[in-house]
């Protein structure tokens, strides 16, 4: 059975985050996707505009997901650790590079975790902050 780990906010769930989950998805039997926690959020990118027990819940519910969990506020090697995936798939946008990854998980004893990288979704709002800003754009014309 190969396990893959997915991972990240997934604040307002939109086509981005499907097509992500259904790549990360086909790539094994078993689908676990960490969702970062409101700390973490806050930290890397913004004030998260669902709470982190809403989010792990809605992402658990997703047909390609065979289940979600709560990242830990700090070292995410503890997090691959608890996990033990064959394969991680990183979403198109997130900052780690495939190579250093793998690096730096063969140097913590992880033995060949194959690292990744999802395609981008094409479609025009597969992005929070796009969503966000049209709401934005919309009420400011009313």
Request: include cysteine.
């Amino acid at each position: 059975m190969t396990r893959v780990m997915a991972s990240g906010v997934f604040d307002i769930i939109h086509t981005g985050h499907i097509s992500y989950l259904e790549q990360a998805k086909s790539h094994g039997d078993e689908l676990i996707v960490v969702i970062a926690c409101d700390n973490t959020v806050r930290r890397k990118k913004h004030e998260p505009v669902t709470p982190e027990g809403m989010r792990v819940r809605i992402v658990d519910s997703l047909k390609p997901v065979d289940r979600a969990v709560l990242g830990k506020d700090g070292d995410i090697f503890d997090t691959v650790r608890e996990i033990n995936p064959d394969i991680i798939v990183l979403g198109f946008d997130q900052h780690f590079k495939e190579e250093k990854l793998e690096s730096d998980l063969k140097e913590r004893g992880f033995g060949n975790i194959k690292v990744l990288r999802a395609t981008e979704c094409a479609e025009d709002l597969a992005a929070t902050r796009r969503i966000i800003n049209k709401i934005n754009a919309m009420e400011d014309k009313s």
